[in-house]
C-alpha cells in the first residue's frame, strides 16, 4: 500500500474501559516533489479512517439506524479525503497529520500540514470569501469561472462541496512554525445524531 | 470509447446514448480528469438530443471530479437544446447531495434517482 518514502504512524487510545473518548491518528510523510502513487494515498487514507469512524459509530449505543450510519461514514469519507487532497497540493513540509475524534454528538477531523508563508495572504482572502458567502451560491460561481479559464490545477470545490452538501462546519487555525512556514489545521466538525433505535 | 484506471471505468454506449461511470473516482485535478473529459465532449460532439450519465455504479466521486460533471452540464447549455438525464442511486448518499446541483447550470436537467 505505501512505497518506500510514505509512512504511517497510527495512534489509538482510549479514557478507559468504557471508552466514551477514542481518537485515531495518522501521520503521513509523503515527498514534496509529486510521484506516482502518493496522491493515491488520500484516497486509502480517507477510506481507513472512515472505515474506523464506522467501527467507532457502530459501537454506539443506541446505534444509528443503518442508512444514517452509511450516509455519516459516507461523509466522513468525502471530508477527509478532500481535506487531505489539499493538505497534499498545498504542502509545505512532508508531513501531513489527520486526527481523529468521536465525542458524544460529533466527529471532528482535523488535518494538519505545513504551508509557506507566502501563501497565507491569499489562503485568508479566500478563507475570507467562503466563510461571507453562501457555500451553494459560491459552488455555482465558482464552476461557471472554471468554463471561462479553461485549465484549472485545483476545482476549489471541495471546501464548498464539504459546507454546502455535506453541511459540515469548518474551521482554520495558523500557527508559525518559523524558516518561513506555518502549520495549517483544518477542523471539521461532523455532525452526529443522537443515537435512533 | 472507454477510460479504465485502478478502480474505475467510464465508458459510452451509443446504442443508449449512455455513459457509465463505475467505481471510484479521486483523481488528481483537472489534468487527470482530461480523458474522461474529452470521451465527454465526444459524445456532446455527436449531436444528440439527449445525453444520460449512468452514476449509479460510482461509489465515490472527489471535488475534481464533480467539477468535471458540472462542467458538462454547462457544456451541454452551451449546445442548445440537449436533455441531460443523470441516472444515480439512492444507497449511495452523496449522489442524493450533490447531484441535485446540476439543475443550477442547466434547466434541462433531469435527475433519476433509483433504488
Known sequence: MCNMQTRYAVHMETNGPVARTLRLSLSLSLPLAHAE??????????????EFARVLLTERSPPLSIER??????TVCFVINELLENAYKFRAAEQIRLDLELTENSLLCVVRNHIADAQIAALESRLSALLRGNPQELLRQTVEEHVLVG?????????????????????WMLEPAGGGRSILAVRADIPIPVAEV | MEIKGGNYRVWYD????????????????????????ELLEKVLAAGLRKITLDLRALKFLNSSGMNMIYKFAISTRKHGDIQLTVIASKSIPW?????????????????????
Open chain 1, 37 to 50: 502513487g502518493t496522491f493515491h494515498l488520500c484516497g486509502q487514507t480517507a477510506d481507513y479512517a472512515a
Open chain 1, 151 to 171: 485549465d484549472t490545477t485545483c476545482s476549489g470545490l471541495g471546501l464548498l462541496s464539504i459546507l454546502g452538501d455535506h453541511g459540515v462546519p469548518l474551521s
Open chain 2, 14 to 37: 451509443p446504442n443508449e446514448t449512455v455513459v457509465h461511470f463505475e467505481g471510484i473516482l479521486r483523481l488528481g485535478g483537472t489534468q487527470e480528469y482530461g480523458p474522461i473529459e
Open chain 1, 69 to 74: 450510519l452509511k450516509e455519516r461514514v459516507d
Open chain 2, 95 to 115: 449522489q442524493d447531495k450533490s447531484l441535485p446541483n446540476l439543475k443550477k447550470y442547466n434547466s434541462n436537467f433531469e435527475l433519476v434517482l433509483v433504488d
